[in-house]
């Protein structure tokens, strides 16, 4: 699963961000009809609160009915009409007392739209959307069956008017993003490709070096049977060794590369946990005697049977115990046990080196980091060591940890499944 979602990491990242995006502009939407309810229901308050107001106000300070008169004009060069004929009652000059009150309360309420005015009658209600009536004087039997009408033609552009802000940042907030979001999948793209390119390339030199350096070790066996009396000759130490470690250096690229790669195979078989760490230790031995270390161990009495690949979990022991002798400026002390514990073999690794920095916790993990050493510049290598140890180590269901301390040594801790 985890290697398909690597090979498919782009196209599943451009879907999630194609999902976002359709998904943030969703919610816009939302927000933006819901922001627009507000504003209309806002509006609404107001002209119904102006139109109360005006009508309360009128009639409480003047004792005449309002009677009904066909509008000839209004105050503030606002149109009024007339919609059901003429009437027979006189409405006289307190029209203007009325159209200027209500004017009044419409600025004071904060509504500065275009409007227009109009007596209806009790059979005529508001039935446009942007009307609204208030009964004049429903105490008063001839203005029962009047309302006072205010019909704004422009309320739709209020509307727009007071959401365009939000509408204009959405846009360039989604525009925004969808911009960005494309930038970096492009740049994921490349990046990609440059990674492909890269680890092709390195593959192709590792084969294409693996094979001089074979020739190199065969040439060495060959010139050692033929020459017995140089066997032990300084140069010929040197060469050899350093031969060796570079080859140990391209295989551990090579099969972290195919471990890396779908559909890698372990060739696994019932093992003993305590024979592969002793094989391991015996690989070192020479390395160990040239620094005067020790190492020591406590395994238990009973076998330690694991189901995995020996030439990997080989590696493993044979990279951590390396590493514990490298990264230490006194004599080496090295103890490895193993201990049962949960349906799990811990086996674990404890050293007296430089240790580790929490920081460099972090990322020692990961392919081509290396530890921070400080002076010891003999340490040499490709960081991939514990990037390979780690991928072995899940491919076999298991898990490596790391307990360490500046200056007080580091404890790994691998854990395998019994059987």
Same mark, same amino acid.
Do not use: W
């Given at each position: 699963m985890k290697n398909w979602i690597n090979q498919y990491r782009i196209p599943l990242l451009f879907a999630a961000v194609c999902v976002a995006l359709t998904l943030l502009i969703v919610f816009q939407v939302n927000w933006l009809l819901t922001a627009r309810d507000m504003v209309k229901e806002q509006f609404d308050q107001k002209v119904s609160l102006a139109l109360g107001s005006t009508l309360t106000d009128y009639n409480a300070k003047h004792t005449q009915e309002l009677l009904l008169n066909e509008f000839n004009s209004c105050v503030d060069n606002k149109a009024c009409y007339f919609f059901e004929g003429q009437v027979d009652e006189i409405l006289g000059a307190e029209k203007d007392t009325l159209l200027a009150t209500l004017s009044g309360y419409m600025s004071c309420f904060g509504i500065e739209e275009q409007y227009d005015v109009a007596i209806l009658n009790k059979q005529n209600y508001c039935k446009a959307s942007n009307s609204y009536c208030c009964a004049i004087n429903p105490t008063v039997q001839e203005m029962a069956d009047y309302q006072l009408s205010v019909t704004f033609p422009c309320?739709?552009?209020?509307?727009? /008017?007071?959401?365009?802000?939000?509408?204009?940042?959405?846009?360039?907030?989604?525009?925004?993003? =969808?911009?960005?979001?494309?930038?970096?999948?492009? =740049?994921?793209?490349?990046?990609?490709?440059?990674? @492909? $390119?890269?680890?092709?390339?390195?593959?192709?030199?590792?084969?294409? *070096? #693996?094979?001089?350096?074979?020739?190199?070790?065969?040439?060495?066996?060959?010139?050692?049977? !033929? $020459?017995?009396?140089?066997?032990?000759?300084?140069?010929? +130490?040197?060469?050899?060794?350093?031969?060796?470690?570079?080859?140990?250096?391209?295989?551990?690229?090579?099969?972290?590369?195919?471990?890396?790669?779908?559909?890698? =195979?372990?060739? @696994?078989?019932?093992?003993?946990?305590?024979?592969?760490?002793?094989?391991?230790? +015996?690989?070192? @031995?020479?390395?160990?005697?040239? #620094?005067?270390? !020790?190492?020591?161990?406590?395994?238990?009495?009973?076998?330690?049977?694991?189901? +995995? /690949?020996?030439?990997?979990?080989?590696?493993?022991?044979?990279?951590?115990?390396?590493?514990? *002798?490298?990264?230490?400026?006194?004599?080496?002390?090295?103890?490895?046990?193993i201990r049962e514990q949960n349906g799990m073999y811990k086996l674990l690794f404890s050293d007296n080196g430089i240790g580790i920095s929490r920081n460099d916790q972090a990322h020692i993990f990961k392919k081509f980091q290396r530890v921070n050493t400080g002076d010891i510049k003999e340490s040499k290598g490709f960081g991939i060591g514990l990037s390979y140890v780690k991928k072995a180590l899940e491919l076999h269901r298991g898990y490596i940890k790391v307990n360490s301390e500046l200056h007080k040594g580091s404890q790994f801790e691998i854990g395998l499944p019994t059987i």
């Open positions: 309320r739709d552009d209020y509307v727009f /008017d007071k959401l365009k802000f939000m509408i204009l940042s959405c846009i360039l907030i989604s525009l925004l993003l =969808a911009v960005v979001s494309f930038i970096i999948l492009k =740049a994921l793209v490349q990046q990609e490709r440059i990674t @492909e $390119n890269n680890i092709d390339f390195f593959n192709n030199t590792a084969h294409e *070096l #693996k094979t001089p350096l074979t020739n190199i070790t065969l040439a060495l066996s060959l010139f050692n049977r !033929q $020459n017995k009396d140089k066997a032990n000759n300084k140069y010929l +130490g040197i060469i050899q060794k350093e031969n060796t470690k570079l080859i140990t250096q391209i295989e551990r690229v090579l099969y972290l590369s195919k471990m890396e790669s779908e559909g890698y =195979a372990l060739q @696994e078989t019932e093992l003993n946990l305590k024979e592969i760490v002793t094989e391991a230790i +015996g690989y070192m @031995e020479m390395i160990t005697n040239e #620094k005067n270390g !020790q190492i020591t161990t406590d395994f238990p009495v009973s076998p330690c049977i694991v189901k +995995g /690949d020996k030439f990997h979990l080989n590696n493993i022991c044979v990279n951590l115990i390396d590493n514990a *002798l490298k990264y230490c400026k006194k004599q080496p002390q090295v103890q490895i046990s």
